[in-house]
């Protein structure tokens, strides 16, 4: 399997357990890595054989922009189901959301969750 990545999406949302976040917003990252075929794509040249990374970021904007949850891996579960939804030639795709600045006590550079979403396992 061939992969395709997104890497270093950069948004603002207001998700969080605690209602200082949801309040004031914070930053997250992002990271896709989608598993496909990218064989035809390669041969025709042609946009429409491989995944617009243009709408993989829309995708996941729309859904860290958009309305509040309390969990990161909730982030991460829905960009991922999101993705596989709407990219018929991901076979699988991980996803990284990462919080930089969390409002937890400590010396750290970041907290995030990485899930795998497959076809195999994905409830249609």
Request: hydrophobic share 40%; glycine share 4%; proline share 3%.
């Amino acid at each position: 399997m061939d992969k395709v990545f997104v890497e270093g999406m950069k948004f603002y949302g207001y998700h969080g357990a605690y209602r200082a976040e949801n309040e004031l917003g914070q930053r997250f990252e992002a990271d896709v890595l989608m598993e496909m075929d990218s064989k035809k794509a390669a041969e025709t040249d042609a946009l429409e054989d491989t995944v617009n990374y243009a709408l993989v970021y829309e995708t996941v904007r729309d859904i860290i922009e958009g309305e509040a949850v309390n969990l990161v891996e909730t982030l991460a579960n829905r960009v991922a189901d999101d993705i596989l939804r709407k990219f018929h030639l991901v076979e699988a795709c991980t996803v990284k959301v990462t919080k930089p600045d969390p409002p937890i006590p400590g010396h750290y550079d970041a907290v995030a969750v990485q899930v795998r979403r497959s076809r195999d396992h994905h409830a249609h």
